[in-house]
């Protein structure tokens, strides 16, 4: 919030929450507290393109959770910025 208040994109008297930014944080951190999603246990994808000759079949909760490690930081982020 602090540098988009000083490139002036909104109001220096504008807050988290007069700003309306709450509510994407809060789907952010919905999203990341159901995971593993329990609708998608059992569901694969076949990996055609890879290193390797052969296809590969992975889970889907697991390739979620490798993006969910790198997303988990980004409420912290969206409020500290």
Not at 31 to 48: A, C, E, H, N, S
Not at 74 to 79: E, K, M, N, R
């Amino acid at each position: 919030m602090t540098w988009l208040k000083t490139k002036r994109v909104i109001h220096l008297d504008e807050t988290f929450f007069t700003t309306g930014i709450y509510q994407d944080f809060l789907t952010i951190c919905i999203g990341v507290l159901i995971q593993p999603y329990w609708f998608l246990q059992g569901r694969t994808f076949r990996d055609k393109f890879n290193e390797f000759s052969r296809e590969i079949e992975f889970q889907v909760n697991d390739a979620l959770t490798v993006a969910q490690i790198f997303l988990k930081l980004f409420p912290v982020y969206v409020y500290i910025i």
